[in-house]
């Protein structure tokens, strides 16, 4: 199994930015497709990103393409999470996800296996 510890997050401006880092520990992080999910207060645990094993194939939620980027370096075991852009409902916990299923990169939940802990991002107006 594979553990995970985000880090990066923080207090932000409106329209600034942030770089989240996922480090994987355990089995090799290329054994997984990896997303990232957030929770805000009072939300349900929403998709953000996510990434193929290899890197290549990439997908987002709608609402986030375009200001968000999802990337891995399976070399470093480490999976980045940019945040351009940032809004105030940009606000909640995010957490970095690791699915065994390394040919498919899920959008739900129930789809990840390993979970981290998660880093908060608080975006102020």
């Known amino acids: 199994q594979v553990q995970l510890v985000e880090s990066g997050g923080g207090l932000v401006q409106t329209g600034g930015s942030l770089r989240l880092s996922c480090a994987a520990s355990?089995?090799?992080?290329?054994?997984?497709?990896m997303g990232w999910f957030r929770q805000a207060p009072g939300k349900e645990r929403e998709f953000v990103a996510a990434?193929?094993?290899?890197?290549?194939?990439?997908d987002y939620a709608e609402s986030l393409k375009g200001r968000f980027t999802i990337s891995r370096d399976n070399a470093k075991n480490m999976v980045y999470l940019q945040m351009n852009s940032l809004k105030p409902e940009d606000t909640a916990v995010y957490y970095c996800?690791?699915?065994?299923?390394?040919?498919?990169?899920?959008?739900?939940?129930?789809?990840?296996?390993?979970w981290g802990q998660g880093t908060q991002v608080t975006v102020s107006s």
């Open positions: 996800a690791a699915d065994p299923r390394r040919l498919r990169i899920g959008t739900r939940s129930g789809d990840y296996t390993y």
């Open positions: 990434v193929s094993w290899s890197g290549v194939t990439t």
């Open positions: 355990g089995r090799t992080l290329s054994s997984y497709s």
